[in-house]
């Protein structure tokens, strides 16, 4: 049985990251979503969860996974920690002046490495929607629901496969995307598309900032 939990976000900031969902995750067997569009609190006891979602910050802007899970996890990997299975996901749903877009972390069918896609649109746009959400229900994996959704005119970015390449394109930074390789038009067409706070905005090093902060 999959519980959705969320806050109605707010709609009076131009830019930044808005919610994080999780989608058996860590917790298992749910759909979890947090409201990030302004200030938060996290509260509760020990092993409630607190430090694995203040974790997902620094993920987001393309922080090492291995690094910040081993406090949390024990002994496991991020990849089984945080996405145990084909049908868990990591969703960032942030807003630009031009619409809404969704950074997307799932397990690859090897069970060895992360996969990272964009969305074009809203969580309500996308995988929050009335015909997606019986099939986060039944459990299917994350790859057939993205086949549904490219199916139905959903934008789709291609795949992903490492983290240089997705906190290139996550935070549109001009360094790495310069870098040699048979990537790199894609990824700056990415990065133009689907960046933190739009075409125009480079930036860099936010991954090590905010692991530093946490």
């Known amino acids: ?69 081993s406090q949390v996890s024990g002994k496991q990997s991020f990849i089984d920690y945080y996405l145990p299975t084909q049908a868990s996901a990591l969703v960032f749903e942030h807003r630009r002046e031009d619409g809404y877009r969704l950074a997307l972390m799932y397990r690859h069918t090897t069970g060895v490495r992360t996969i990272y ?38 934008e789709v970015s291609r795949q992903i496969d490492n983290i240089t390449d997705y906190r290139a394109v996550i935070q549109n930074d001009k360094r790495l995307l310069r870098r040699g390789g048979s990537n790199r038009n894609r990824d700056m067409a990415l990065a133009r598309q689907y960046c933190l706070g739009g075409p125009d905005s480079h930036m860099s090093h936010l991954d090590r900032m905010s692991y530093s902060v946490l």
Do not use: W
């Open 117 to 154: 896609r964009f969305l074009h649109g809203s969580l309500e746009d996308t995988l929050l929607r009335d015909d997606i959400r019986p099939l986060l229900n039944a459990g299917r994996p994350i790859t057939e629901i993205l086949g549904v959704l490219q199916a139905q005119g959903i």
């Open 1 to 69: 049985m999959v519980t959705y939990v969320e806050e109605n976000p707010k709609k009076d900031t131009l830019y930044g990251l808005t919610r994080i969902l999780l989608h058996n995750s860590y917790f298992n067997g749910l759909t979890v979503c947090f409201n990030t569009d302004g200030h938060s609190n996290a509260s509760g006891g020990n092993g409630a969860g607190k430090t694995s979602a203040l974790n997902l910050i620094p993920i987001l802007y393309g922080a090492e996974p291995n690094q910040l899970v």
